[in-house]
């Protein structure tokens, strides 16, 4: 791959629909750099992994001031980064509360902060936040997740707002159920705590969807390619819903 080929960011890139987005941004002819706390199993071909905490700001910005540096460009950030957490604001310990917003906010944060300078100086490039259905409604027994995401809706319209005149585009991406490790986690977590049958609960997801099943990492994948790509110039500060039909009910 040429040293001229675009160049995309990606947090927490390593599994589920993280990867799929470095694998469809390297099909789409990028060089991909993800950061995460943990390596690819198998890392798709112009592919890199650097090791980063994306709660740390220092860390954060070490990674991509080396990336600007090496590659001399970044076109795309696609800050995916997160985690789920199942509670009530009275079963969320401020312990709990930090930690999920230390991860999905604050690591959404350092990673555009850090991009922004390189963008401005080559007055171009394309933002993506990995949101969820749950910035767009509310959800039982998800207070600090539900909370975190609509956070991350806001941060993808102001951050829009903001570096328009500098021709840097901003979206939020807001998948539904997709099946995913961090989809699988959560169900055996709930199998664990009420004795429910795994396949059941599985069917039953599957039929809430207004399609009838449950979206694919590599759907996503192709929406947030889109989002980064020319066709989509005259788009910025959305919240793109991709959870087949769900939030329209």
Not at 45 to 63: G, I, K, L, R
Request: aromatic share 8%; net charge negative.
């Amino acid at each position: 791959m040429q040293q001229s080929s675009p160049v995309c960011v990606v947090t927490g890139g390593s599994l589920g629909i993280g990867l799929a987005v470095c694998e469809k941004f390297v099909s789409g002819g990028y060089q991909v750099i993800n950061l995460d706390i943990r390596d690819f199993d198998s890392p798709p071909e112009h592919a890199h992994w650097m090791q980063c905490d994306v709660t740390s700001a220092a860390a954060v910005s070490d990674c991509i001031s080396d990336i600007a540096a090496r590659f001399g460009r970044i076109d795309c950030l696609v800050s995916n980064a997160g985690m789920h957490f199942s509670a009530t604001i009275e079963d969320t310990t401020p312990e709990d509360f930090e930690k999920v917003f230390s991860l999905n906010v604050k690591g959404a944060y350092h990673a555009v902060r850090a991009v922004l300078p390189v963008m401005k100086q080559a007055n171009k490039g394309a933002i993506i936040i990995m949101a969820s259905d749950q910035a767009i409604i509310g959800k039982r027994n998800s207070f600090a997740y539900n909370l975190s995401k609509a956070a991350l809706a806001s941060m993808a319209k102001t951050t829009a707002l903001d570096y328009a005149p500098y021709n840097i585009r901003a979206n939020a991406v807001c998948p539904g159920t997709i099946e995913t490790p961090l989809y699988h986690n959560a169900i055996d977590k709930y199998v664990a705590a009420s004795g429910a049958d795994k396949a059941e609960v599985h069917a039953e997801e599957a039929a809430a969807q207004p399609l009838g099943r449950l979206g694919q990492p590599e759907e996503v994948a192709a929406l947030t390619f889109f989002l980064a790509s020319d066709d989509a110039a005259f788009i910025t500060g959305s919240l793109q819903s991709i959870d087949g039909g769900y939030t329209t009910q």
